[in-house]
């Protein structure tokens, strides 16, 4: 995995989308494992619709305007491929969303004998639909759930022991080799102070998926990167 991209600069404006990996291919029309980098260009997948939908955004009078064009643009492209051939794969579906309620300890090598098929055959199943291996997943779920903890506030002890790392310095091991930055710098004090997020706003409409995201397309870009 190479997991760090940072956009950054004097001042910007970033919309951003959480979306779980097994809507990729459906919205995408790409497989998660087939985009092959950390940062790939929506214009790559999407063609002229990522350079229509990225003028009429910074053409928008309102967040609330943006907000509403992208919706329409993510639900028209859901109801046009909605066929069979763009559905998640049964078995990675339901595996992924089983790592995401566990918080990501959920035992891996348990799973390919709980769905009656070999190790070999579920990790590529998986990978295909998710673009992650089975562990990967689970690591940036435990990782997802730290991040979640940080901006609520709590301190780096209880994070350790709520996500489930075996101690702090374990905890900032897994934040060095994934954010490139320790837990105390990715708090919403140490983020404040970081020169790419001094006058970062976040706005959210949220789409009802529990699924931590493994993409996030930016409106300065529209390219996706995971957190």
């Keep these: 995995m190479t997991p760090r991209s940072v956009v950054s600069g004097a001042t910007f404006e970033c919309l951003e989308i959480q979306l779980s990996p097994l809507l990729a291919r459906a919205l995408l029309d790409v497989h998660p494992a087939e985009l092959g980098r950390p940062l790939v260009a929506l214009d790559d997948i999407w063609g002229a619709d990522a350079e229509r939908l990225r003028n009429r955004i910074i053409d928008a009078a309102s967040w609330a305007e943006r907000f509403d064009l992208v919706h329409a643009m993510l ?19 339901d595996a992924w969303r089983r790592i995401v309620r566990s918080g990501g300890h959920l035992p891996i090598g348990t799973l390919p004998g709980q769905y009656g098929v070999g190790r070999t055959q579920f990790w ?25 903890l940080l901006g609520a506030g709590a301190g780096l002890a209880e994070v350790a022991a709520e996500a489930g790392y075996s101690d702090q310095p374990h905890l900032n091991r897994e934040f060095a080799d994934l954010a490139g930055l320790s837990p105390g710098g990715l708090s919403p004090g140490g983020l404040r102070n970081h020169p790419s997020w001094r006058s970062r706003v976040t706005l959210h409409r949220t789409s009802g998926h529990a699924d931590p995201p493994i993409g996030i397309p930016r409106a300065s870009s529209l390219s996706p990167a995971h957190s």
């Design 75 to 93: 639900t028209k492209r859901l109801a046009r491929h909605s066929d069979a051939t763009h559905r998640p794969d049964p078995v990675a579906g």
């Design 124 to 148: 590529k199943r998986f990978r295909e639909e998710v673009g992650l291996s089975p562990k990967q997943a689970a690591r940036i779920v435990r990782f997802d759930r730290a991040l979640r």
